[in-house]
């Protein structure tokens, strides 16, 4: 029978092509057992598959858990928490040693200024007791409300502190007298205030004005 068409659709060296018949029932025949897809065969094994991200991490982990910490680090971290323990408690002590400072700087800033205003108002009253002195050795202030008043108000004035200098006798103190004239005594070994023009006064250890007075020299 004569052939049509070309010979290699009917053989192939001489020999006539097989028919190609694929598989693809899920359960094996023979053993009966499913099959697995072509796709899951060739998906590698749990140990030919690459280390994800979190098995390395995982690792790393572990690699670093398992190493010991030698003696000598351990000792030095220890010795460098000491130190930095004993630098912060020093840190401590000198801000607790400023901190008393500035309190008491602040108590002594405080005091001065209460005094200072104390003796502002003395010395802007100095020439109201300058007339009440006047007025007494003229007679004025022997009796009456006015001498009461003027008795009042320098004892309401002693109690701030303040101290009249005037007295006669005594050794002339330049810190608290102010010589206004010589004249010379008898029986007179040092300079003596033989009589006081305007009195002095001072309030504790602050002098808030000189007497002025007249000073016996000695012959």
Do not use: C, W
Not at 37 to 46: F, I, K, L, N, V
């Amino acid at each position: 029978m004569p052939h049509h068409g070309n010979e290699a659709e009917h053989s192939e060296g001489n020999e006539p092509r097989k028919p190609v018949i694929r598989d693809n029932r899920k359960v094996d025949p023979e053993t009966g057992e499913a099959r697995q897809p072509d796709s899951e065969a060739a998906a590698p094994t749990e140990g030919d598959a690459a280390p994800t991200d979190g098995d390395a991490l995982s690792q790393a982990e572990e690699i670093l858990n398992g190493v010991e910490v030698p003696a000598e680090e351990s000792v030095a971290s220890g010795a460098a928490a000491e130190a930095q323990a004993a630098e912060l408690r020093n840190d401590l002590l000198r801000l607790q040693a400023e901190y008393v400072n500035y309190r008491k700087r602040v108590e002594r800033d405080r005091a001065v200024a209460g005094e200072m205003a104390v003796i502002g108002v003395l010395n802007s009253l100095l020439p109201v007791l300058d007339d009440v002195d006047a007025a007494r050795q003229h007679g004025d202030l022997e009796d009456g409300p006015f001498a009461a008043i003027a008795t009042k108000l320098e004892n309401a004035l002693k109690t701030y502190g303040l101290e009249r200098i005037a007295d006669t006798g005594v050794e002339f103190d330049p810190t608290i007298h102010e010589a206004l004239i010589q004249q010379p005594g008898e029986d007179i070994e040092v300079d003596t205030v033989s009589q006081v023009l305007r009195s002095g006064y001072r309030s504790g250890e602050r002098v808030l004005r000189a007497a002025q007075v007249i000073v016996a020299v000695p012959a």
